[in-house]
């Protein structure tokens, strides 16, 4: 069972991104779903999640206002939109999936499953 995230890049200060992330391979029920992030000599760190049905959301306080996540259960996906990118959001973005239904999860260890991330380079 494996994750695929796309969409990272280089983009300067103030622009936007849209991450992608689908499973590859067999399909699975992917239940709640979030994004991480992992900064050069920093630990990963939340970013935002969605439970199974898109009702529930929960971002880091960081990326509030910025970002919004959501997702599409016919295409199985799940998307990152990043706005008014700053240079401290330069990470490596990891999806991930916890395969459980119900509440938003925002810990890494509530996930089972996790892509192998894309680049977002933000230039001042």
């Known amino acids: 069972v494996q994750l695929q995230a796309y969409g990272g890049g280089l983009v300067q200060a103030g622009g936007s991104l849209r991450l992608t992330c689908a499973p590859s391979g067999r399909t699975f029920s992917t239940g709640g779903m979030g994004w991480f992030r992992q900064a050069p000599g920093k630990e990963r760190e939340f970013v935002a999640a969605i439970n199974w049905s898109g009702t529930g959301t929960n971002y880091a306080d960081s990326v509030k206002g910025r970002f919004a996540i959501s997702r599409d259960n016919a295409k199985n996906t799940v998307y990152l939109q990043m706005n008014s990118l700053k240079p401290e959001d330069t990470a490596v973005y990891y999806c991930?999936?916890?395969?459980?239904?119900?509440?938003?999860?925002?810990?890494?260890?509530?996930?089972?499953?996790w892509g192998q991330g894309t680049l977002v380079t933000v230039s001042s």
């Open positions: 991930a999936a916890s395969g459980q239904f119900g509440a938003v999860r925002v810990e890494g260890s509530d996930y089972n499953y």
